[in-house]
């Protein structure tokens, strides 16, 4: 198809505004990126989809669209009626055509116009190393869900197929798949030098995995597929770079639904920053999230400080965190921090953070160098508290980020309590204050096979109550008197001193 007749498309109301004498034009695929630099994720001969998220001034205009190569052209989609005027010169400079899309025109309908096009160039009968390709897209394109579309590829390669978060949840699957084989899945995508890869499963036999976007900013914000078998080649491949293509269009359909919520948000939280917000406008804008408030509602702020800045994944990794327990509407607050409001239906705040916390914990393994921090806020039942709310979720993430653990979650419940206080102390310093107190308790521990450690955190637990810290550990009351003795000798402490239970209790928590 041609840029010409892109803009005959009516539903689309595409607008030129530069390379009005480059409408005939080729289109031979499409693209979405806002990275600064996207040349590695665009090819030639693409439409160009961007909402200017990138944007910081004449130079970013410039080197962006220098970056974008040989591409048939560019369409913004922004809240701003006109793109900035230094990058409809860049365009003009470059000789490359500028469209607008209105606000409300989400970039998936786009992808699908220029998709359904493109199939029906191909012409009948399709060469037979584009058949099942066409198959796929015709099943996507024609309302066929990504159930539909995973089951359609399993076929295609007689394999069991599936689509999963980085977390190690599954998407969508051709047939279950137990816990600890997505995790080993997801470990595998997050920590392998060069994708696909593979993994080996204890009976012997693999399982491949294959990324679903490029143009992602990183791996903790992705997709991935995951297949039966090893890497496949040939048409075979061909199939699922193919799947790989229509599960980043589907994603990128629920995200321009995600992109409104947003939007809404953003406008919330504007008005509660500008200390006007009546309760009215908050109420209306919560009904227009579908946010209930009638089962409680808390805040969630999450940091993610990557390698290479870490701002484009904030959303969508604490959108990922808060799914399927608990789903909130996130946007972002900062250049790598996002904040989401979360109703609780049927979900304790307690199995809420638990259940972030270990999705985090699966990320940690794509970190790097890099660091996730949440802030969690204590529950409210109705919307005037709103704004405190967002800032006790804002106040623990700082908290939070005091800790310099790589995944670090600070509660409202836990800003008043000793927790807030090791959070503040400095890394090393809490680990000479656990090494002080315990360190001898841990190489004893480790070279004599005991549970010493164990017995004294129960023994604190406990309130010091032998018969309890006994029944507890399944042991006689006169072997937990030998226990508790050897720990005194080994530490040089009493643990009849109420000050010296504080240390230890406060050394045990210094993970």
């Keep these: 198809m041609r840029l010409r007749d892109l803009l005959q498309a009516g539903q689309l109301a595409l607008k030129v505004l530069t390379g009005h004498d480059l409408l005939d034009r080729r289109v031979r695929g499409v693209a979405t990126t806002d990275l600064p630099d996207p040349a590695m994720f665009v090819k030639a001969g693409e439409l160009v989809l961007t909402e200017l998220t990138w944007h910081t001034g004449p130079a970013s205009s410039r080197d962006f669209v220098a970056k974008l190569g040989d591409v048939a052209a560019l369409v913004a989609g922004t809240a701003l009626k006109v793109p900035p005027a230094d990058l409809i010169d860049a365009c003009a400079e470059a000789g490359l055509p500028l469209l607008t899309l209105p ?7 786009v992808t699908e116009h220029v998709l359904r096009a493109l199939i029906a160039e191909l012409g009948t009968p399709p060469r037979p190393a584009y058949a099942a390709r066409r198959r796929l897209a015709s099943t996507l394109v024609d309302g066929g869900s990504l159930t539909k579309l995973v089951t359609a590829v399993a076929g295609e390669l007689d394999v069991p197929c599936w689509v999963l978060s980085p977390t190690g949840r599954v998407v969508v699957g051709s047939q279950p798949l137990d816990a600890a084989a997505r995790l080993r899945l997801a470990h595998t995508f997050l920590t392998a030098r060069f994708l696909p890869g593979m993994v080996t499963q204890k009976d012997g036999t693999a399982l491949s995995v294959f990324p679903v976007s490029k143009g992602a900013p990183h791996r903790i914000a992705n997709w991935f597929l995951a297949y039966a078998g090893e890497q496949v080649q040939g048409e075979n491949e061909d199939l699922v770079v193919e799947l790989a293509a229509l599960v980043a269009l589907e994603r990128s359909r629920l995200e321009a639904a995600q ?82 409001l979360v109703p609780l239906a049927g979900n304790t705040a307690d199995e809420l953070t638990a259940h972030v916390l270990r999705g985090a914990r699966t990320l940690e393994a794509g970190l790097g160098q890099g660091r996730i921090t949440l802030g969690v806020s204590s529950v409210t039942t109705g919307p005037a508290a709103l704004s405190s709310l967002i800032e006790e979720a804002r106040h623990a993430l700082t908290l939070a980020g005091l800790s310099g653990d790589r995944v670090s979650v600070i509660t409202g419940d836990d800003v008043s309590s000793h927790r807030t206080l090791l959070a503040a102390i ?76 504080v240390d230890f209790m406060l050394a045990l928590r210094m993970r």
Excluded: C
């Design 259 to 340: 992109r409104i919520e947003r939007r809404v948000l953003d406008q919330l939280l504007t008005l509660l920053e500008s200390g006007d917000a009546a309760l009215p406008g908050v109420v209306s804008r919560l009904h227009t999230l579908h946010v209930e408030t009638e089962h409680g509602l808390l805040a969630v702020a999450l940091s993610a400080r990557l390698d290479g800045g870490g701002g484009e994944v904030a959303v969508p990794v604490l959108d990922e965190l808060l799914r399927p327990l608990a789903p909130g509407i996130v946007t972002a607050t900062g250049p790598a921090e996002a904040v989401a």
């Design 426 to 501: 400095p890394g090393e310093l809490r680990r000479a204050f656990r090494s002080r107190l315990l360190g001898r308790l841990e190489s004893y521990d480790a070279a004599n096979q005991t549970d010493l450690l164990e017995t004294l955190q129960a023994y604190l637990e406990e309130s010091g109550s032998w018969a309890a810290t006994a029944e507890r550990l399944h042991v006689h009351v006169n072997t937990l008197r030998y226990r508790l003795r050897r720990i005194e000798e080994l530490t040089g402490r009493s643990l009849n001193s109420w000050d010296e239970r």
């Design 103 to 109: 606000v409300d025109v989400p970039f998936s309908q």
